[in-house]
């Protein structure tokens, strides 16, 4: 069984920094690309961030680039997403999802979500 | 504002038939790109309802049905059940953007 699980939420100030974590098992985590999500309280759901099977290509929505940087480490199946310089409007809850590609991208599976605050 | 367009809400009695719309452009849906459909209960995460305009994964009811035309998708679901009230989400990719998957803004169903 597919399982996601998050981690690393919290409440930070304006400007901090938080660093979350992914720990995936049930299927072969190095073979698939993986994802970060987001929805802001009451919102929709907004794509952050793609990383590749081996961590060599990674794309990011464009409000978070430069700010937020998204990693993995295969041998702990784990997947991780260090935001700094946070605003009030990166308050969401943050979702690792696998991305399956055969054709265009999408998500086959979701974690259950982990919530970022921003304020002072 | 979001690049696929949903209505915001949706509503239909139990038993019935109810359609969610998904309207997109030349530069996502109508450039011929698959749309993926997710279902998020109250409190939970998304699921994934819908994938390749059509395709159910396994365990998802028949009840549920996509479809896709020009630069629009439809979730259809019939025989509406109480468990059902959720939000709804369109997925597709946009060959215009940097970064290339987009949502829709979402529907929430109501199950009156």
């Known amino acids: 069984e597919v399982q996601l699980v998050e981690s690393g939420g919290g409440l930070v100030q304006p400007g901090g920094s938080l660093r979350l974590s992914c720990a995936a098992s049930g299927f072969t985590f190095s073979s698939y690309w993986m994802s970060w999500v987001r929805q802001a309280p009451g919102k929709g759901l907004e794509w952050v961030a793609n990383i590749k099977q081996d961590g060599s290509e990674k794309y990011y929505v464009d409000s978070v680039k430069g700010r937020f940087t998204i990693s993995r480490d295969n041998a702990k199946n784990s997947l991780y997403l260090q935001m700094n310089s946070l605003r009030a409007e990166d308050t969401a809850v943050f979702y690792c999802?696998?991305?399956?590609?055969?054709?265009?991208?999408?998500?086959?599976?979701w974690g259950q979500g982990t919530l970022v605050t921003v304020s002072s | 504002q979001s690049v696929l367009t949903q209505p915001p809400s949706v509503s239909g009695a139990p038993g019935q038939r109810v359609t969610i719309s998904c309207t997109g452009s030349s530069s996502n849906i109508g450039a011929g790109y698959d749309v993926y459909w997710y279902q998020q209960l109250p409190g939970t995460a998304p699921k994934l309802l819908i994938y390749g305009n059509s395709n159910r994964p396994s365990g998802v009811p028949d009840r549920f049905s996509g479809s896709k035309s020009g630069t629009s998708a439809s979730l259809a679901i019939t025989g509406l059940q109480a468990e059902d009230e959720a939000d709804y989400y369109c997925?597709?990719?946009?060959?215009?953007?940097?970064?290339?998957?987009?949502f829709g803004g979402g529907t929430k169903l109501t199950v009156l």
């Open positions: 997925q597709s990719y946009d060959s215009s953007l940097s970064g290339p998957v987009v």
């Open positions: 999802a696998r991305l399956f590609l055969a054709g265009e991208p999408y998500f086959d599976y």
